[in-house]
Antibody, heavy 121, light 108 residues
Framework: QVQLQESGPGLVKPSGTLSLTCAVS?????????WSWVRQPPGKGLEWIGE???????NYNPSLKSRVTISVDKSKNQFSLKLSSVTAADTAVYYC??????????????WGQGTLVTVSS | SSELTQDPAVSVALGQTVRITCQGD??????ASWYQQKPGQAPVLVIY???NRPSGIPDRFSGSSSGNTASLTITGAQAEDEADYYC???????????FGGGTKLTVL
């Protein structure tokens, strides 16, 4: 079955750019699915960041849109997140997830294990 | 509106039935999906679509929807069901996603 694994630096300096990659195994990123990023600040709830289709089409959370770029690398079967101008408020566990769909409904499954990114000098 | 509202905390006696609710305008157009999250773990899908359970999810979990409210029901709650539960759906535009704030379920 499809498995997702996030990777990237665990520490980013304020005003810098957070960069993460999600490797997809057990399936193709070129399948008919969107691929998404979700984050969770310590002790808080889930926040959707954005999603990408293998064609490169993207949707972003309006509250983060000016700072977010999501890209796909079909040759490596992975997709990536860049979040610029980070502050301490961007400290969170970052998850990647596949968006499944059926009969005009969609949902997140599976999720990666998550990776903690701390913004600190 | 692009928000989903959940009660912050709910408790249930072992073996009893509990309903966790999620309210939002987008639920008039889209079914909610539900995720269980235990401490230190990634969310796990428990209900999707009208009322579908992924393989491996016990049949004590069920979902329903009416108007702008979606519900997750656990019939015969077990100790291992103690967790945070999040609802989510597409927003009214259909292009973005929204999550509820989460409900912490305590099994007494």
């Amino acid at each position: 079955q499809v498995q997702l694994q996030e990777s990237g630096p665990g520490l980013v300096k304020p005003s810098g750019t957070l960069s993460l990659t999600c490797a997809v195994s057990g399936g193709s990123i070129s399948s008919s699915n969107w691929w998404s990023w979700v984050r969770q600040p310590p002790g808080k709830g889930l926040e959707w960041i954005g999603e990408i289709y293998h064609s490169g089409s993207t949707n972003y959370n309006p509250s983060l849109k000016s700072r977010v770029t999501i890209s796909v690398d079909k040759s490596k079967n992975q997709f990536s997140l860049k979040l610029s101008s980070v502050t301490a408020a961007d400290t969170a566990v970052y998850y990647c997830a596949r968006v499944m769909w059926e009969l005009a409904e969609d949902w997140f499954d599976p999720w990666g294990q998550g990776t903690l990114v701390t913004v600190s000098s | 509106s692009s928000e989903l509202t959940q009660d912050p905390a709910v408790s249930v006696a072992l073996g009893q039935t509990v309903r966790i609710t999620c309210q939002g305008d987008s639920l008039r157009s889209y079914y909610a999906s539900w995720y269980q999250q235990k401490p230190g773990q990634a969310p796990v899908l428990v209900i999707y679509g009208k009322n579908n359970r992924p393989s491996g999810i016990p049949d004590r979990f069920s979902g329903s929807s009416s108007g702008n409210t979606a519900s997750l029901t656990i019939t015969g709650a077990q100790a291992e069901d103690e967790a945070d539960y999040y609802c989510n759906s597409r927003d009214s535009s259909g292009n973005n996603w929204v999550f509820g704030g989460g409900t912490k379920l305590t099994v007494l």
